[in-house]
């Protein structure tokens, strides 16, 4: 993964740049796995059946690391499930917070 970043041409405009230093701080990041259990919040995480650069077991991973995470699969999407799947994706979230929203 990190090859495939380094080869990609570089971004130039401060946004594309800041992401840029985000993504490779985080790969960078070896020890994230062992704060994954420390988290208490709730968290959604959202894979994506065929993503093959955060495949979903990676991502279950995560998220059963967490005390308070919920995996969801969303099925016959890949890496770009975001914008192929928007409506699967949205409903997911959605319900998650749904689930989460304060009772008035």
């Known amino acids: 993964m990190v090859t495939m970043l380094e080869a990609a041409p570089p971004w130039t405009n401060p946004g594309r740049l800041g992401q840029w230093s985000a993504d490779l701080s985080w790969l960078n990041d070896v020890q994230r796995v062992e704060r994954w259990p420390l988290l208490r919040q709730r968290c959604l995480t959202i894979a994506f059946e065929h993503d093959v ?18 995996f969801t699969m969303i099925p016959g999407a890949a890496h770009g499930g975001l914008l192929t799947h928007g409506d699967e994706v949205s409903k997911v979230i959605i319900g998650f917070l749904n689930e989460s929203a304060p009772t008035p």
């Open 53 to 70: 650069a955060w495949p979903p077991e990676r991502v279950r991973e995560a998220a059963e690391a967490m005390p308070n995470a919920r």
